[in-house]
């Protein structure tokens, strides 16, 4: 069994003995690490334009609709994201899984594109025609509001819709194309989604118009995005020979869908319980402190956004220590990226919870609970996908279940005594315990273990960053302390990790980054 602490010493040493750091770093991992760190460099900016559209689209709807209202359609929203989860059925891992292993093969890719687009659509057409039957129940369980049947219902479209972009997006990942994935998903999405709620309110609609006008704008997109990822990739989805990949490929999705619906009654089954047992006007509380918890996963989704296809291949040639030592490090630049996230939420949230009106400040002990599992899940790095990748889709389909039964009892229970407060609560410790325990499977199974001494260097660079931000929020004013107190605790955290040391695979990975695009920038500018 590899352990990351003694593999991490090691390369120390056979630094030190070379005298260059950058030497230690063997080139099928220096190689990995660049691709990884470079799909997350184009994933950071396009998530921070994703979440900075969805916050655009949260405010706007939220000044225009009012707290009740807004509830109405944060409920109804935030039930059509959970279905979305589940409407490609495991689709997009299997699609990490297979096309890289099948790159020599594009009749198979395209047999696997195939099925993904199938089993989505299927699952897409029974999802819509369950929220049609399903919606008035709902209603009489929840808000009780005349207008959230109509909207639940044109939200239940939109389910298959958002399900063949996804399986688009993920066709671009699956063959390393950070760009296009970032584009249609990351972008596209949710900049449709901002045009089409614009458009009903301009034209006057109130919460059902507003669920049509987003159902409308992502019909096009999805009409957009199937061909043109086809004719982009070269992965041509088809299913001729289906009957070939058909049992493999299910084989892989299936257990993984059962895990996504473990993981809804696991990670979101507060948004179902704030909705069920607390106020419309809760939910959309809880709804915008979901906003900023969106911005704080960031870093982790930018990391994992082509770590996938490089652990499955990694995997597959048996480079199990490689793998190893790239899981070591990107876990530790993913939880160097996260901290100052985390310290300018915790210090300035109940400020920017108010930017979306007063009602909404009563989300800061909410998003402060909340954020405790945003840092333990990024701290373990990418532990669902490398049980995916290395063929374990089982035991992490088990232990979702597992967690998910005891999640939803002791969720109903703190929500029940907490209110909102036991929402972010029963959530955050379920994110803790699942990866936790997934972190800890790795190990048994794989040998794979990411932490050593190196992570202390972030942790304490963040304390001093946390304390700086404080200081400047007790003498600055208002909102004034948000942007002066963020920019310079990070410029303080920067400092501080200077001054700790930065990890030669860290500092190798800033270098040749920074170089490439100065290259491209120069190469730009000399046109």
């Not at 230690?24 to 990995?32: G, K, L, T």
């Not at 930065?502 to 920074?514: F, Q, T």
């Amino acid at each position: 069994m590899n352990d990351g602490a003694g593999a991490g010493s090691d390369r120390e040493r056979e630094a030190a003995s070379s005298g260059n750091p950058d030497d230690a770093v063997p080139d099928d991992e220096r190689e990995a690490l660049l691709t990884i760190a470079g799909g997350a460099v184009v994933t950071a900016g396009g998530v921070s334009g994703q979440r900075a559209l969805t916050a655009a689209t949260e405010f706007v709807l939220a000044r225009s609709l009012g707290p009740a209202a807004y509830g109405v359609y944060a409920l109804a929203w935030r039930i059509a994201q959970l279905l979305s989860r589940l409407v490609t059925f495991g689709s997009v891992p299997a699609l990490q899984r297979y096309l890289p292993e099948y790159a020599g093969a594009p009749d198979r890719q395209g047999v696997v594109a195939g099925l993904a687009y199938a089993t989505t659509l299927g699952f897409g057409a029974a999802i819509a025609g369950g929220i049609w039957l399903a919606a008035p129940w709902i209603n009489a369980r929840t808000v009780s509001d005349a207008a959230f049947p109509a909207t639940m219902r044109a939200f239940g479209l939109l389910v298959g819709l958002l399900g063949v972009v996804m399986i688009a997006s993920a066709i671009f990942r699956a063959v390393g194309s950070a760009r296009g994935e970032i584009a249609f998903n990351k972008l596209l999405r949710p900049g449709v989604r901002l045009v089409g709620a614009v458009g009903a309110l301009a034209l006057g609609y109130s919460v059902v118009g507003v669920a049509g006008g987003i159902v409308a704008a992502t019909a096009l997109l999805a009409a957009v995005a199937a061909p043109l990822s086809a004719r982009v990739t070269g992965v041509v989805p088809s299913l001729r020979g289906v009957s070939r990949e058909a049992r493999r490929f299910y084989d892989h999705a299936a257990p993984v869908a059962m895990s996504s619906l473990g993981k809804v009654f696991q990670n979101r089954v507060d948004v179902l319980l704030v909705g069920a047992l607390l106020t419309a006007t809760a939910a959309g509380v809880y709804n915008v402190v979901l906003v900023l918890i969106a911005i704080a996963w960031i870093p982790l989704l930018s990391f994992n956004q082509l770590l996938p296809p490089v652990a499955s291949e990694l995997y597959a040639e048996g480079e199990t220590e490689t793998l190893n030592a790239v899981y070591t490090s990107v876990t530790r630049q993913i939880v160097a990226t996260v901290i100052p996230v985390l310290a300018v939420l915790v210090v300035f949230g109940r400020e920017l919870l108010g930017l979306f009106g007063d009602p909404y400040v009563a989300g800061y002990v909410p998003l402060v609970v909340y954020l405790g599992g945003v840092f333990v899940g990024s701290a373990v790095g990418a532990t669902g996908w490398l049980l995916m990748m290395t063929d374990h889709q089982y035991a992490r389909m088990a232990l979702d279940w597992l967690l998910a039964v005891l999640n939803v009892a002791l969720t109903y229970a703190f929500v029940v005594r907490y209110g909102l407060v036991g929402a972010a609560l029963g959530t955050s410790l379920a994110i803790a315990v699942q990866n936790g325990i997934q972190v800890v499977l790795l190990r048994r199974f794989e040998g794979l273990w990411p932490f050593d001494r190196t992570y202390l260097t972030p942790l304490a660079a963040g304390g001093v960053a946390l304390l700086a931000m404080r200081a400047i929020r007790e003498v600055v004013p208002g909102g004034t302390a948000v942007v002066v107190g963020s920019v310079a605790g990070v410029a303080v955290y920067v400092g501080a990790l200077r001054a700790l040391g930065v990890d030669p695979r860290d500092r190798l990975v800033a270098r040749e980054l920074a170089g490439r695009y100065r290259a491209a920038l120069a190469d730009r500018l000399g046109r």
